[in-house]
């Protein structure tokens, strides 16, 4: 879904939505074009644990007397967002330079 759900955004396919999308993309070209980008959606999501990981340790960090503020608490987490991005946008290139295929290659 996340491969039709990009074209839909790209507005490449005409459909009325994901799964429409999804259904034209195996009539017209088949499962593995469904599939396009797969792999690297698995390995680009697998770093969310980065984010569980970088917030609890910054958490800790922020902990005063075994409280953490709200400001300490904002700043874990867009510190933590931000380290997990910065990890994993790379990896989010080449998915959507995979799923933005044309379709065109055998």
Do not use: C
Request: charged letters at 25%; proline letters at 2%.
């Amino acid at each position: 879904m996340d491969h039709s759900r990009f074209r839909v955004t790209l507005r490449k396919e005409k459909g009325e939505g994901s799964v429409r999308t999804a259904i034209n993309i195996y009539k017209q070209h088949g499962i593995r074009k469904l599939y396009l980008g797969f792999y690297s959606t698995i390995l680009r999501e697998s770093f969310l644990g980065l984010y569980f990981g970088t917030y609890d340790f910054l958490i800790r960090y922020f902990k005063k007397d075994g409280v953490v503020s709200k400001a300490g608490s904002f700043l874990a987490g867009g510190l933590a967002g931000t380290a997990t991005w910065f990890a994993m946008y790379p990896i989010d290139y080449v998915k959507t330079k995979i799923q933005s295929d044309n379709f065109e290659k055998p």
